[in-house]
């Protein structure tokens, strides 16, 4: 491949970043000194140019029908009031779907905003938040953001925990469960161990659990210390509505609804994440889907020699066999298929894939094999 | 009226949630011991129930039909995408509307994380955090939410400002202005001596500038410290669909956007506050109706012999003559006009009320009339 300019857009903005620093001077030191999330990259106007969008882990499928009927019927005068600031509807539904009392139901902007919403009520300055090394990466920024001392345990090479990782005391604990970058799924053992040696609140991100064997919603009613987070984004295709929530006893749920801004979730995302909610069988059949997607695609990568961790999510972490996984981004990208590289220790070797539809995967091995083939399409 | 139960529901919140702070353990002190911002009452279903809603300072007009229309179109499976990060459309038609470039601009998920952005950024715990009292209570929230040293300055009984609120150094400054309840318009002067004199970032929050009869927008770009908030929810009839913007110098922009969260407005809010700023037209007709039903209202509270402040904003602040403040929201309240009582020393004489439209103005006058002739509707 040579020397030719390398394209991984999301990695030179940070530099960029990086080289303004000193600029800043009204800002706290550890804002200054932090560096900002970094989504991952769409190229302007990609809908309408032919790319194969499969670097953020959306959902392939278009939302439900019921869903979009109901925001169309939504349209009118009454945007110009204030939301439910409570958000309501959408807390009956979730306590509806998930068998929960909707006073330990908070819902955000995004399942983001559920996380920064714990972070600002639990974590101050010089205390210690805990992740593991390799995770979602905005769970960093936010202890960042807290100016908190950042403890990142790293994982194994099969990306499962290490004991280190337990015997940790902090106040607040990030996990992600199942853990992006591979996927992996955690026992429900380790999990409620982690709530009850923490001494600090114990966050799990459960953004994927929909496409797993099993969750950790159970342990809500034991561990008083856990908040457990869910997406909208993923199993029921609306990441552009931006709708999260958190389930947790009350007292948590209490404190947290202290820090969160009052009208965060709009009027029509909030009619859309009811109207989703009330349509779970529509969505259950397509997260079916996309298991086996996900299932067959593995196999066919293992096929073509690459190792593909066992992912309980809707993407997996797959190691190319023929080409350095940045080259393979980059060829890729060439092709007009986004895909996600982390240019880190852990993950420099590998490739983040979100399971697309049928036609996108088949489309995705078929320009792997030109690839490693080295065919001109 | 007697020894018959009050109605402020705000207030009652607000007590339970005192009387629940000590079971709580997992938080942050200064989270544990605040107390959370209260929005305007609600009464359930109130808009089928022929409530007049005069109490949080939406517009009273429909939005454009350009923006449902707008809207309308976006409904499609487009939305299982996230939105754009950066909300470039929004931030390119705010620097065509208002004159700055598209750089200066961060859109928030409404003007309220705007604000929590820049105290999330600039403010740390023990740093002093300075504001006028009475003005927009949220103000103090986000203080204590940073664990911050909220210093609240007085403001003379006729709402101007002291010349203590100039000599305090403060981490971070936030000024309404118009300055609610009683819309008071500072002096652009007064301004630039706030951010030359404060020692820290200077938040102007102009959420009701489009009815003022001037604004410090041209201040930024001489002052590197100040921020310039505003809102798409009063002028542009958006309350539901939470958008608001900052301008400020391109390094105080580009350290607030790395505490924001990546995906904070959603992809419809987008589309709407592009549509709405490309039609500015309807907006500003609309907009100067307001402002005559204001000063309609004002005058004729007048000769009820109320004393009514001098407002440049969508609302006024009113002094009942023939009942106390608390009495009349009370009366408004059976009759099912909803206007907002804040019960405070400097407050608790007066009611906020919304500019509504002329139909609703009407009948606000009529009640008045009737509450304090004692007639019988």
Redesign the interface.
Known sequence: MGSRARIYPVILSKKL?TQ?RK??S???????Q????S??F?PHHW?DEGWI?LN?N??P???SPKV?EA??EA???????????DAKSVREAVARVYGVDEECVIVG??C??VL?IAA??????GEVMLMTRPTYT?YR?LGH?Q?AKVLEVPLNSDFSLREEFFSQKAKLTFISNPNPPSGILYEKADMERLCEESG??VVIDEAYADFADRNCLGLVEKQD?LVITRSL?KYM??????IGFGIASR??I??M???K????V????QV?AAAALDDVGYYSDKMKEIRRERDSLTEKLRQLGWKVFPSHANFIFALPAQLHASEMYEELFRKKILVRYFDTPETKDGLRITIGNPEENRRLLEVIRAIIGGEKE
Request: aromatic fraction near 8%.
């Open positions: 970043l303004r600029e800043m009204y800002f706290r030191d550890n804002i200054q932090m560096e900002g999330y989504p991952g769409q809908r969008k953020t959306e959902d499928f278009p939302p979009l925001l169309r349209i009118d005068g009454r945007i110009r009031f204030y939301p439910d600031s902007n995004g983001d905003e920064s600002r009520a639990v974590l101050g300055e905005l920024v953001i100016g600090g609140v210390n984004s295709s609306l990441a552009g509505l931006r007292d948590l209490g404190g609804k202290k820090v801004d009052s009208y965060n709009n009027c029509l995302s859309a």
